[in-house]
């Protein structure tokens, strides 16, 4: 088995043999600039001794090839920076590793009658605590205690009602936790802010490991050291 220069797989015949062929040679039926050359040439060559071909018309056809290979030209640039501007993204995702992405969201979504699983990342050790349940305005829903939980990120779950035990709409909540540290100090934590464990690439998109999800790396609203 053979293969042409189009990558077209011959037969043994045709391999073997010099005759022209009806097939065309340029299975993509593109012309480039060295095809318009050679065209141009040719009309040249062949033109009537007694009356030669315009000069206003070998112009306009110099300037068409001009124009042609300025385009090809352009188009392989943009190629090139477009892969440039891939993999530069790309080591930007890898170099944050290990850092605090923030999503600029606490937000959940919620349907009414099911519980919604959550997780929530905690920088240190924590002794006890609270989780608040809230609503577009701040106003706190519901409080669910937390008892001696480790550093790292915890999932948690809400069965979607409010402190009186009544079934909240379906829609939008916000969730943020206070908790005390081993060493008796308090802080803060919330939906959205995890440390960045692993980088994904998926058709030409980066994407960022937070908690237990791959988002994409192009949503994240700040990446900090802690």
């Known amino acids: 088995m053979a293969i042409d220069a189009y990558g077209n797989t ?3 015949a045709s391999a073997n043999t010099t005759t022209t062929s009806s097939t065309a040679v340029n299975p993509n039926g593109i012309l480039g600039k060295d095809d ?7 009309e040249l060559k062949y033109q009537d001794p007694t009356s030669p071909m315009d000069s206003e018309k070998i112009l306009t056809q110099t300037s068409q090839l001009a124009t042609l290979e300025s ?15 891939t993999a530069s993204a790309q080591f930007t995702g890898i170099s944050a590793i290990g850092k605090i992405a923030d999503t600029g969201s606490n937000a959940v979504l919620a349907s009414k009658g099911s519980t919604t699983d959550f997780e929530l990342y905690f920088p240190d050790n924590v002794t006890t605590g609270k989780i608040n349940i809230m609503d577009s305005n701040g106003k706190i829903l519901k409080t669910m205690d937390i008892g001696a939980t480790d550093a790292g990120v915890a999932q ?7 402190s009186a035990g009544t079934a909240l709409d379906s829609g939008t909540y916000y969730v943020e936790s206070t908790y005390n540290k081993a060493d008796g ?3 803060t934590t919330r939906i959205g802010r995890y440390p960045i464990e692993s980088i994904k ?12 999800s791959y988002i994409d790396f192009s949503t994240i609203h700040e990446i900090t050291n802690n």
């Open 185 to 187: 100090t308090s802080a």
């Open 156 to 162: 948690f779950s809400w069965d979607g009602t409010n």
């Open 36 to 42: 318009f050359l050679k065209l141009l040439m040719l």
């Open 201 to 212: 690439f998926d058709s030409g998109k980066t994407y960022a490991k937070l908690g237990s």
């Open 10 to 12: 011959l037969t043994s």
């Open 71 to 85: 385009s090809e030209n352009t188009t392989k640039a943009l190629t090139t920076l477009a892969t440039a501007l």
